[in-house]
């Protein structure tokens, strides 16, 4: 197979928006190293690679096909993943410009480093071979650690990347070993092998009776757990949820766990899909994912109760998504994969604005994340509590935002898949949520300031730069927008989706 | 764009335009303008509207969202019973903005938007002929709301919001199970997902009975928190009594009637043989609810509160109706709910009118209204008598037509629930002439208290910075607001068949389908009331 291994023009297409998210990142890099005075030209680079970057994966949203040996996925899947990760980047450094520049941090390096961690995110939702998606579940999270330790000086931040970097590379040993096990009981890596091996009663049969198989699986999701923080392999989320500058835990909950997510649907949902065929072997694995998905969910609402610091609610709150997104991982179909997919795209629109919104709001230093710093927003700052207001009641589930139509369909999902005692559960889960998502709108229109800690006033606050506005804005303008459109005319994604599966 | 998606999303503009205006006295203009073209565009579709037919009408269907294995439409129609809840809503929103025209300090654009999109959700609940649609607008309505008890309500708004939110939230995610395991069923029937109620009504009739009775319970949870059905009425009190005005105005008048329209609707109509089983839970419940609620607001000392019990009661007297399944049960409950809708809005936008001037809600601070008000005091006692169930106004032709269906049900097969709910009729007499005695007629709050009583007037004394002031009756605005609610209660009352036959084709059919379901054939009794 080496011998034979040759890059044709067709390969080099296949993974167009990985390459240019990586090129815009090394020129970016590049600039940011050789210029004198900060301009906000490493910022345009960013935005028009990732546009450039997510044309071309719409574009090639109709491909087929495997590129690069069958260890590349070049389809709708794939493609329509580029895409999202893409806006993310958009997103994520449109909202950063003013944050940054408020904490002296230049944006060169974050804009670079998140590019970087996009490409890790590309190969991880386009891996047709578990060692690619080993490849970018490392790129990405490399990325992550460097992201997550940003502001030097300050502690928290150092403190966030450290713990991260730890227990990642933990979770890592666990990855690899998951793989070694598969390897072993597969004899083959990549996914369309699985996928055939599992095709072959026989085969399927013993396999699926082997402790190897079920250990490596085990060790597999362990890896994927800790990736997109699911209980218990939650621990380190809410440091470093809370540690790391704002605009980077917007993106790292968000893109990054839908990066771990499309690898882990790509693995469960679609390449194992023949497990169906064994009603015992899929029962095993429904629950062992259900079960991991109820108790993110349980774990996740009920500990972001009794936070009173919005960054680490929005970290609990995330790992609870986390779980409903598991939920559709269980449901073992494709329509599960469609579900979590569409469900993904809704969630970083939602999440990342809610992030932006307290990035806003979040003085130098880490001041004004309380709940309490937010009594009284709705009058003070009409627009941005209104957008903060559609990001909880779109994480709530309220129709008609994106994120009750992106619920409804995991949940329809999971029902068909047989799972409705996990479903009325997820239910039950997502009404405490409503407790704490609600509070945020208690305290920004129902109660009044009692000290105005967000005022404008000295030592440096939100009024400190008045560049950024304008991206800050149209992050929000983008995340708000993505969020209304797709809970009124959530088709546009549902329509996207039947090209996922085209081989 | 038929008359009906004209009628839903009319409000939508108005709610736009209260935003974009931005003055307090122009929004509240643009409200009451939208208000009114609205209810002009509901009595356009009233008249389009066929009474002699039983089923949907003036139905609009186009795809919302096509994907493969889940499809909703958005479809849109009216029976007879959804047409007059629809004339209520519509009618009651122009009644509650010029009502409470003056009540607001704070934020008037921002209040008439919500109200607005409230419209809008509700006249939605009552049209969806989707379930998925139907969902939605029931949860797009607890976002207003939640606003308008949050932003404008009393001093435990926090806590009432709140409440009100998360009860109504628990009722309806397991709805959403429910529609989602039924929109499943369906396409295991007829090869694809679908919410189409015209289509699940086959579909669930189907279904095993176990899996109806899951399903059934699923629906009725939510429906009988909305109601509120005893023993889920907990939140009500607490949000009428916080809730602005307008808000309680809304939420007695329109808001409690979607969860007796969702069990007619759904739970009768989708899960008839569950709802046989379940007839003789719901009826207790409700007879529970009618005397429980009377009890209860004999002993209040708050009037809101007083009301707000009340409510309970009389919305038993609907879910009896409806679990009777008889003819005239059912069109008592359709009755009965415009007839609350009227009689209970228009008690709490009177007591509003009052609050406004006094700012207290004890009825102990209040008395002697006849002499210095006797305007309110007359509108004020028509509305008692009206929510009393006397004859000749609206109330008593929804209690009667209930109690008779009770009495007749082939379904629930005694009468005992008729006596107990009548002993609830004579509890309303008790609590609610009571309530008005000490309110409107008596010594005049302030004056020397009795003998005997000094202890407990103490406090009030202290507290009437009020008294002193001439009262000052009802003013023009005021009497255009209750006029048109008492010529309606009065109408119903006196010539309840101009209302009764609007839906009369459409429970028809509802009752004798069940009927002939549960026991073969048309029973005697509705041979005899042909």
């Known amino acids: ?503 | 764009m038929g008359i009906l998606s004209i009628l839903i999303f009319f409000p939508l503009v108005g709610a736009l335009g209260a935003l974009i205006v931005r003055k307090d006295e122009a929004a509240k203009w643009v409200a009451l303008l939208t208000s009114i073209v609205t209810f002009v565009i509901s009595l356009v579709a009233y008249l389009q509207f066929n009474q002699g037919l039983p089923g949907y009408q003036l139905t609009e269907q186009m795809p919302w969202v096509v994907s493969q294995g889940l499809t909703f439409t958005y479809f849109v129609g009216v029976d007879g019973m959804s047409m007059m809840l629809v004339l209520l809503t519509t009618f009651l929103m122009i009644i509650t903005i010029i009502g409470t025209w003056n009540s607001l300090s704070k934020a008037v654009p921002a209040f008439m938007a919500l109200l607005m999109v409230l419209e809008t959700g509700m006249i939605g609940v009552f049209c969806s002929l989707d379930l998925f649609l139907f969902y939605v607008l029931w949860e797009v309505i607890l976002i207003p709301m939640y606003f308008i008890i949050g932003v404008w309500g009393g001093k435990r708004r926090i806590y009432a919001a709140v409440k009100f939110f998360i009860y109504t939230m628990a009722g309806s995610l397991l709805m959403l199970v429910a529609i989602i395991w039924l929109g499943i069923e369906a396409g295991r029937v007829t090869g694809h997902f679908t919410t189409d109620l015209t289509k699940l009504y086959a579909v669930a009739h189907q279904l095993p009975l176990d899996v109806q009775e899951y399903l059934f319970l699923a629906f009725a949870l939510s429906f009988a928190i909305k109601v509120p059905i005893f023993p889920l009425h907990t939140w009500l009190p607490d949000a009428h009594v916080e809730a602005p005005t307008a808000g309680s105005v809304i939420l007695a008048g329109v808001l409690l009637k979607m969860g007796t329209y969702g069990l007619i609707r759904f739970c009768l109509g989708l899960f008839p043989q569950a709802a046989f089983e379940y007839s003789t839970l719901f009826s207790v419940l409700g007879v529970i609810g009618i005397i429980y609620g009377a009890l209860v607001s004999m002993v209040q000392t708050d009037i809101k509160k007083l009301i707000a019990y009340s409510s309970v009661a009389h919305m038993g007297f609907i879910v009896l109706g409806i679990f009777s399944m008889t003819r005239e049960g059912l069109q008592g409950a359709v009755i009965q709910m415009i007839g609350h809708g009227l009689s209970t809005g228009m008690l709490f936008m009177m007591f509003g009118m009052m609050y406004d001037r006094r700012h207290t809600r004890e009825i102990k601070e209040y008395g002697g209204l006849a002499k210095s008000v006797p305007l309110f005091a007359t509108f004020f006692g028509i509305a008692v008598f009206s929510s009393v169930g006397l004859p000749g106004l609206n109330g008593f032709i929804g209690e009667y037509l209930t109690m008779m269906g009770a009495y007749y049900s082939p379904v629930l097969n005694t009468w005992s629930y008729a006596i107990w709910s009548a002993s609830g009729v004579i509890l309303a007499a008790v609590y609610l002439l009571w309530m008005y005695q000490r309110f409107v007629f008596g010594r005049a709050a302030g004056a020397p208290a009795p003998s005997g009583h000094g202890h407990d007037d103490h406090s009030a004394h202290e507290d009437h910075g009020d008294h002193g002031h001439k009262l000052l009756d009802l003013s023009w605005r005021e009497i255009v607001a209750v006029v048109p609610l008492v010529g309606f209660m009065i109408w119903i009352g006196i010539q309840p068949m101009h209302f009764l036959k609007v839906s009369e084709k459409t429970m028809y059919q509802m009752s004798d389908d069940l009927l002939k379901m549960k026991t073969g054939s048309v029973t005697p009794v509705q041979q005899a009331a042909k």
């Not at chain 1, 500058?245 to 194992?272: D, E, Q, R, Y």
């Not at chain 1, 986390?322 to 629109?349: P, R």
């Not at chain 1, 909880?392 to 329809?412: D, E, Q, R, V």
């Open chain 1, 1 to 503: 197979m080496i011998s034979g291994f040759q890059i044709s023009a067709r390969d080099i297409y296949g993974v167009m928006p990985l390459l240019i998210l990586a090129g815009t990142g090394l020129v970016v890099l590049m600039w940011d190293a050789f210029e004198k005075v900060p301009t906000r030209i490493p910022l345009l680079l960013t935005v028009l690679g990732a546009l450039a970057a997510g044309a071309t994966g719409i574009i090639n949203i109709e491909n087929t096909g495997r590129v690069f040996n069958g260890m590349i996925l070049n389809n709708g899947y794939s493609n329509f993943y580029s895409a999202l990760f893409s806006v993310a980047v958009v997103i994520a450094v449109l909202l950063a410009e003013r944050y940054l520049k408020d904490e002296e941090v230049l944006i060169g390096e974050y804009s670079a480093l998140t590019l970087f961690a996009a490409c890790g995110m590309i190969m991880l939702a386009s891996g047709n071979d578990l060692i690619v998606t080993f490849l970018g579940l490392e790129t990405m999270s490399i990325a992550f650690y460097v992201l997550a330790g940003l502001f030097r000086r300050r502690q928290e931040s150092n403190e966030a990347a450290l713990k991260y970097f730890l227990l990642g590379a933990f979770s890592t040993g666990f990855f690899l070993y998951g793989i070694a096990l598969l390897y072993g009981s597969f004899g083959t890596t990549n996914l369309d092998g699985i996928t055939a091996a599992l095709s072959i009663p026989a085969k399927s049969a013993s396999v699926l009776a082997s402790p190897m198989f079920w250990m490596g699986m085990g060790m597999l999701i362990v890896g994927f757990a800790f990736k997109v923080a699911a209980f218990p392999f939650h621990q380190w989320a809410p440091d470093v949820y809370e540690g790391a500058p704002t605009v980077v835990t917007g993106f790292m909950s968000t893109a990054g766990k839908a990066g771990a997510f499309g690898a882990l649907v790509l693995i469960v949902n679609i390449a194992m899909a023949p497990m169906t065929g064994n009603p015992a072997a899929l029962n095993k694995m429904q629950t062992l994912i259900g079960v991991l998905a109820l108790a993110s969910m349980f774990y996740g609402n009920i500990t972001a109760l009794s936070q009173m610091n919005i960054k680490r609610m929005l970290a609990y709150s995330s790992i609870a998504h986390a779980g409903y997104m598991l939920l559709g991982v269980a449901a073992m179909s494709q329509a599960g994969a469609t579900s979590v997919t569409l469900y993904l795209t809704v969630y970083t629109f939602m999440q990342m604005g809610a992030f932006g919104v307290v990035g806003l709001l979040e003085k130098q230093g880490g001041v004004g994340l309380n709940l309490s710093d937010y009594a009284g927003l709705g009058r003070r700052k009409p627009v941005l509590a209104f957008v903060m207001s559609i990001m909880m009641l779109s994480l709530t589930g309220i129709p008609p935002f994106g994120g009750f139509f992106a619920k409804y369909y995991l949940f329809t999902a999971a029902i068909q898949s047989g799972l409705t005692g996990y479903a009325i559960l997820g239910m039950i889960a997502t009404l405490i949520s409503v407790y704490f998502y609600l509070r945020v709108m208690v305290v920004m229109y129902f109660r009044d300031a009692e000290e105005p800690a967000l005022q404008v006033s000295g030592g440096g606050g939100i009024a400190l730069s008045t560049t950024g506005n304008i991206s800050a804005w149209a992050a929000l303008a983008i995340a708000t927008i993505g969020i209304s459109v797709l809970g009124l005319l959530p088709m546009i994604l549902t329509n996207l989706a039947k090209t996922f599966y085209l081989h």
